[in-house]
């Protein structure tokens, strides 16, 4: 069993919708919880990270951590079809490692 | 801030050649750099973290003398896959963390896609 599940997806949209990105994840000793996102042929990009439980937002995203049933989610609001990408939660110990979830690809549609 | 750069971007060679790669934090100083590996549709697969002036700490199943990996500033680290074959081929990304006591950010380079033939 992978340490980080992801909902595999893809996940098509259209402009405006709520997307709801979601992870499990095993290992308890994880402490952060990060999501990225991954344009085609790019390297990932930091979009947020949360410590423990609770929730974080920024702009139209919102990361949601559940540490009582090791669920992580991500919420685009007014989805942009420059939010098209994939996504990747990942889990962090502070051995310095992350976990990367496999991923979901979403497109939002005009 | 945080930028990331990694040469080449992308590079063919002939099985049996060796492929040298190169990783820069641009405008920080990285304390600690990760290599990834990453298959199509596939998550990233950490091979081995990196700390500046030591050898590097390899994720198990990677073979250290196939991938060398030397860090020799708080700038720069370098991966070389040594004697390539074609299963080698595939998207070489890598992370810097910042040199700052408790920070956990990594920023990941824009990636290097390996054909190996």
């Known amino acids: 069993q992978k340490e980080v599940e992801q909902d595999p997806g893809p996940l098509s949209v259209p402009e405006g919708a709520i997307v709801s990105l979601n992870c499990t994840y095993s290992n308890s000793a994880f402490q952060y919880f990060m999501w990225y996102r991954q344009y085609s042929r790019k390297g990932p990009e930091l979009l947020m990270y949360?410590?423990?439980?609770g929730n974080k937002e920024d702009g139209r995203f919102t990361a949601q951590v559940d540490k009582s049933s090791k669920y992580i989610s991500l919420f685009i609001r007014d989805s942009q079809p420059s939010d098209s990408a994939t996504y990747l939660c990942?889990?962090?110990?502070?051995?310095?490692?992350?976990?990367f979830g496999d991923g979901t690809t979403l497109t939002v549609k005009p | 801030g945080a930028v990331v750069s990694q040469h080449p971007s992308w590079v063919i060679c002939k099985s049996g050649t060796s492929v040298k790669i190169e990783c820069r934090s641009l405008?920080?100083?990285?304390?600690?750099m990760f290599w990834y590996r990453q298959f199509p549709k596939q998550s990233l697969m950490l091979m081995a973290t990196s700390n500046e002036g030591s050898k590097a700490t390899y994720e198990q199943g990677v073979e250290k003398d196939k991938f060398l990996i030397n860090h020799a500033s708080l700038t720069l680290s370098t991966l070389t896959v040594t004697s390539a074959h074609p299963e080698d081929s595939s998207f070489y990304i890598c992370s810097a963390q910042p040199h700052r006591v408790g920070t956990i950010e990594q920023y990941f380079g824009p990636g290097t896609r390996l054909t190996v033939t």
């Open positions: 405008d920080f100083q990285a304390t600690t």
């Open positions: 990942a889990s962090y110990t502070n051995a310095g490692k992350s976990t």
């Open positions: 949360t410590y423990s439980s």
